[in-house]
């Protein structure tokens, strides 16, 4: 949920780069983003934090990660479209990643629906998704963009309350839609 401070982040990164004042639309945008992050975190009271200084951390770590990868490649992804880009990207930081986490060292069992369940998870949650998203930046930009992205969290923590039977309070479905 933290992520969705990326808004309030890109936004004034536009602000800076064009040089101007944000609009009563944006304003508005960054105040229901602020508002829905407290509700989710907070469930409302504000003397009841739910949230550990390590997930504040990478909470904030996210958003910032967001606002990073949605301008760093746009003059990229204009060069040389959004594949060779994600490509390269992907390739960069599995061998970082792998540098660091040796994979290889792991031992793993998987049946035929875990290996599934993997190659699902690389080309359709990783692959495609980061394709679309930044052929989507491409087409409309990054400001327009991150706002959109905003929902990704908002339907995880959705999917997680649907499926996964995670407890909400009235303050987290107020958060919800003030994000949104």
């Not at 594949?83 to 986490?101: D, E, K, Q, Y």
């Not at 994979?103 to 692959?127: E, K, M, N, R």
Request: hydrophobic share 55%.
């Amino acid at each position: 949920i933290l992520q969705t401070l990326n808004v309030i982040m890109m936004a004034f990164l536009s602000c800076l780069h064009f040089r101007r004042l944000p609009t009563l639309r944006e304003n508005i945008s960054v105040v229901l983003a602020l508002v829905g992050v407290f509700l989710m975190v907070t469930g409302g009271t504000p003397s009841h934090m739910l949230l550990s200084p390590q997930g504040l951390f990478w909470g904030i770590g996210a958003a910032i990660g967001s606002v990073i990868y949605t301008i760093l490649p746009n003059r990229l992804i204009v060069k040389w479209g959004t594949i060779p880009v994600n490509g390269c990207a992907m390739l960069i930081g599995g061998i970082l990643l792998s540098s660091v986490s040796h994979p290889w060292t792991a031992s793993v069992s998987l049946d035929i629906y875990g290996i599934l369940a993997i190659i699902f998870i690389i080309l359709i949650g990783t692959v495609a998704s980061f394709t679309l998203f930044l052929r989507g930046v491409g087409d409309i930009g990054p400001v327009k963009a991150t706002f959109i992205g905003t929902l990704e969290p908002v339907s995880a923590a959705f999917s997680s309350f649907l499926w996964l039977n995670t407890p909400f309070c009235l303050a987290d479905f107020f958060g919800f839609i003030c994000i949104l």
